[in-house]
């Protein structure tokens, strides 16, 4: 059964920083592409981050590139995402899960991590 656990959001003010984790339970993880993906209140989830199985492919949403980076640890079955110079657009509940190709998800999910920017 495959479970993910996000962590690390929090409330920041504008131009700050959060480092969100998300750890993979039964999945085998270094052969899947990752992603982090986001949702505000009364949108749709949108894709903002990806990352290769091998950590040497990433693609970014444009809104992101620049202030975000994704990376992983597969020995701990973990992806991050460091979000540098937040901004009150960035304000969702932030989601990590393994992609099937591309930027698409397989459909698996955790409970999500909240992130609020303030201004």
């Known amino acids: 059964q495959v479970r993910l656990v996000e962590s690390g959001g929090g409330l920041v003010q504008a131009g700050g920083s959060l480092r969100l984790s998300c750890v993979a339970f039964?999945?085998?993880?270094?052969?899947?592409?990752m992603g982090w993906f986001r949702q505000a209140p009364g949108k749709e989830r949108e894709f903002v981050a990806a990352?290769?199985?091998?950590?040497?492919?990433?693609s970014y949403v444009d809104s992101v590139k620049g202030r975000f980076t994704i990376s992983r640890v597969n020995a701990k079955n973990t992806v991050y995402l460091q979000m540098n110079s937040l901004r009150p657009e960035d304000t969702a509940v932030y989601y990590c899960g393994p992609l099937s190709g591309g930027r698409s998800p397989l459909g698996y999910w955790g409970q999500g991590t909240q992130v609020t920017v303030s201004s």
């Open positions: 039964g999945l085998a993880f270094s052969t899947y592409p």
């Open positions: 990352i290769n199985w091998s950590d040497s492919s990433t």
